[in-house]
């Protein structure tokens, strides 16, 4: 039993907003709480179709809670749930969040979500309110029948906290128990009250406790009761009183229960069959596939960036690209830098062009780097890995984002949108970026045309071997960013194995759930040559060989291996040409003295 002191106030309430569906009522309800409110968002597929159908459903439930959380005592999660059947992990989530109460819409938010009353109210994952009706804004009296035990308890806080003119705790007992006020389960109630002089006690003796409530209803704005204190036999009854109640009260009702500890729940079998690995990507798909415009609010994600006190550096890797490169920087620096300062830092990481790409970026002002220069007792390796992971050494962002020098159609949007999963949801460590990919051909755009080695090497390699990555759209993509902790503690190969390496490392050291996808919209960029895809084919296949070798603890490559035979023709004929592509990989950065010195300081 509660004593007087231990009537804390509800500090914390979670409300599920369904897609299309109940959370209105239930947030209006939570929002007469001096109480932080979590809203969650939920999107229910059908059985008949796939979980990645939900993503655009996903997307629009997070621009509308964005829209809620505007009030400051109201945030939202940033995973939204996308899911056959949600009751499960919405109660795994209560588990881990533990809030004060769960508010949901009486008959609708279980119907939503696939869900009995029996199975919310036998074991409730917390303290639980079911609201029926609109709760006016500032309610006036309230009533609340009491008999003792934790249900009774929770009634009272619920009542409390809902700041009314006037709290009555009426005490019903039939004719034939005990004088009020000596009844076993009213005793220790009955003392917390007595120290509670802005709660009106009432005691009263009927043999018909429902209909005596209902009468009183009509004076009251909201009726606060608990549920049976009894098993729940019915799929659809929270007990005589309280059922009748909720259908006949002229004025808004809450019924509550309170929580107790629930047993281990089944989750996904991550490594069980196709269908399981089916269900774990397309679910991924739905809650971690973000859109550039869902973060264009850039004023917004700098108050995410204050909050959590983080620092976000632009490494740009570069060869050659001086027809590009001055407009890259140009944009970055005026819109993200100077107008919004969403960036703290923009530096170029050459590598050893030999046009004028170091001079323009020098004379637009940035810090420009050639890596082969870098950790020179190391020796230095040719490859846009090289850079990516020597661009460690001279940042000092705790969010490291990456784009391509070569973006013809470079918009602020390729920064912005990769680096809004990682502000809005602490447990991404790593956002790739996706886009549409026009080919040119002579004078034409010839739409999608792009993404060759993407789909005929890379995510075939991906769905063979790590399916759990088969969801991610453009694994190769240049346009990606991650946590400086993460990216400081994976191996980086220093070619073009670098994309697909980070990709596969960051899924085995933290999980699917660490890596988040985001539409860039469109990109336009300086094509590769037939035989320049080849290569870049050959190094992809060589990361995934190396990685399996990780996993099955077996050589599967020889130094043999590293070398390609690209077929040429002349005015002689066909001959062969062989070309070394070796695919090799840089230890993680926080092992490397050189860095671990220039962190102290």
């Known amino acids: 039993m509660l004593r007087h002191s231990e009537f804390t106030p509800i500090h914390s309430i979670i409300v599920p907003f369904i897609h299309e569906g109940p959370g209105l009522h239930a947030l209006d309800a939570a929002r007469q709480f001096d ?258 415009d869902e973060f264009n609010q850039l004023r917004e994600l700098i108050e995410l960036k204050k909050k959590q006190g983080l620092s976000i550096s632009l490494a740009l890797p570069a060869l050659n690209e001086e027809q590009t490169v001055g407009k890259v920087i140009k944009m970055m620096k005026k ?83 990769i680096i809004g999963p990682l502000l809005i949801n602490p447990q991404v460590q790593f956002v790739k970026g996706f886009y549409r990919r026009p080919l040119r051909v002579g004078q034409k755009m010839q739409a999608g045309g792009g993404g060759r080695v993407t789909e005929l090497t890379a995510r075939p390699l991906l769905n063979l071997f790590y399916p759990e990555l088969s969801g991610v759209v453009q694994p190769l993509s240049g346009e990606y960013a991650g946590r400086r902790e993460a990216l400081e503690s994976a191996p980086f190969y220093s070619g073009y194995g670098v994309e697909t390496g980070l990709l596969i490392d960051i899924y085995e050291r933290y999980g699917l759930n660490a890596i988040a996808q985001v539409d860039l919209l469109e990109r336009i960029h300086h094509n590769q040559s037939l035989e320049a895809l080849s290569k870049m084919s050959f190094a992809i296949i060589q990361t995934v060989m190396r990685k399996l070798e990780n996993r099955i603890g077996r050589v599967m490559l020889e130094d043999v291996n590293r070398s390609m035979k690209l077929i040429r023709y002349n005015n002689k004929g066909y001959f062969l040409d062989v070309e070394q592509i070796a695919e090799l990989e840089r230890p993680p950065m926080i092992e490397v003295q050189e860095y671990l010195e220039r962190k102290k300081t």
């Not at 007990?239 to 019924?255: H, K, N």
């Not at 969010?399 to 391509?404: G, K, L, S």
């Open 35 to 292: 109480a932080e409110i979590t809203l969650v968002g939920v999107v229910i597929v059908p059985h008949e179709q796939s979980l990645s159908t939900g993503a655009s459903a996903a997307r629009a439930l997070r621009r509308l809670l964005r829209v809620f959380s505007r009030d400051k005592r109201t945030t939202s999660k940033s995973q939204v749930i996308v899911s056959h059947e949600p009751w499960n992990e919405l109660a795994k989530l209560l588990q881990n969040e533990k809030p004060d109460l769960l508010c949901l819409e009486y008959e609708t938010h279980p119907k939503a979500l696939h869900v009995t009353m029996s199975e919310i109210l036998a074991r409730p994952p917390c303290d639980v309110a079911l609201v029926r009706g609109k709760i006016s804004s500032k309610p006036k009296q309230v009533l609340v029948p009491v008999r003792g035990g934790p249900h009774a308890e929770l009634a009272l806080r619920v009542g409390l906290g809902l700041h009314a003119q006037g709290v009555t705790a009426l005490h019903i007992r039939r004719s034939n128990d005990p004088e009020a006020g000596t009844d076993a389960p009213f005793k220790g109630l009955e003392r917390v009250l007595k120290q509670m002089p802005e709660v009106q006690k009432q005691f009263e003796v009927t043999d018909d406790s429902a209909q005596f409530i209902l009468e009183h209803a009509k004076q009251k704005d909201v009726i606060i009761l608990g549920t049976t204190i009894q098993p729940v036999t019915s799929s659809i009854s929270l007990g005589p009183v309280a059922d009748r109640i909720l259908r006949e009260a002229p004025c808004a009702v809450i019924a509550v229960k309170s929580g107790r500890p629930m047993p281990q729940q089944a989750v996904y079998d991550e490594s069980a069959g196709v269908e399981a690995i089916s269900i774990l990507v397309d679910k991924w798909f739905a809650e971690n596939t973000f859109h550039a």
């Open 335 to 417: 819109e993200l830098l100077k107008r919004i300062p969403l960036l703290d830092e923009i530096v170029l990481i050459d590598s050893n062009s030999t046009d004028r790409t170091r001079e323009i970026a020098k004379k637009e002002g940035v810090p420009v780097y050639i890596h082969q220069q870098l950790l020179e007792r190391l020796g230095a390796r040719r490859g846009k890995g090289e850079a990516l992971w020597k661009s460690l050494l001279v940042t000092k962002g705790d969010i490291i984002v990456w784009i391509d020098t070569d973006i013809v159609n470079i918009h602020p949007r390729f920064v912005y949108g």
